[in-house]
């Protein structure tokens, strides 16, 4: 069964940094591309970065381009989400996600992926 662990939420202020990551196991890591997503309150699951399986592609939510980076660690089955020049409007319980069939094309809307982790709250203050 493939299960995914989010870690390394937490409080900051405005214009810092963390790194979330995200522990996988249950099957092949590598053969899988990897997405995270965030969820504020009263609002749609938002799309933030997503890589492709063999890591070298990347794709990016606008509100985050150029301030958040995804990466992935295949040999340790972790997919990590830096995010520097934080603002309050990234405050939310950020997601991990992945797809359940290997494919090409990695998608952005969050009903394409079928195992989620149980969030890590990230919370920004101003």
């Known amino acids: 069964q493939v299960q995914l662990e989010e870690s390394g939420g937490g409080l900051v202020q405005a214009g810092g940094s963390l790194r979330l990551s995200c522990a996988a196991s249950g099957r092949t890591f590598s053969r899988y591309d990897m997405a995270w997503f965030r969820q504020a309150p009263g609002k749609e699951r938002e799309f933030v970065a997503a890589i492709e399986w063999g890591g070298v592609t990347t794709y990016y939510g606008d509100a985050v381009k150029g301030r958040f980076t995804i990466s992935r660690d295949n040999a340790k089955n972790t997919v990590y989400l830096q995010m520097n020049s934080l603002k309050p409007e990234d405050t939310a319980v950020y997601y991990c996600?992945?797809?359940?069939?290997?494919?090409?094309?990695?998608?952005?809307?969050?009903?394409?992926?079928?195992?989620w982790g149980q969030g890590t709250q990230v919370t920004i203050s101003s």
């Open positions: 996600a992945a797809p359940g069939l290997h494919r090409i094309v990695v998608r952005t809307n969050p009903y394409e992926y079928d195992y």
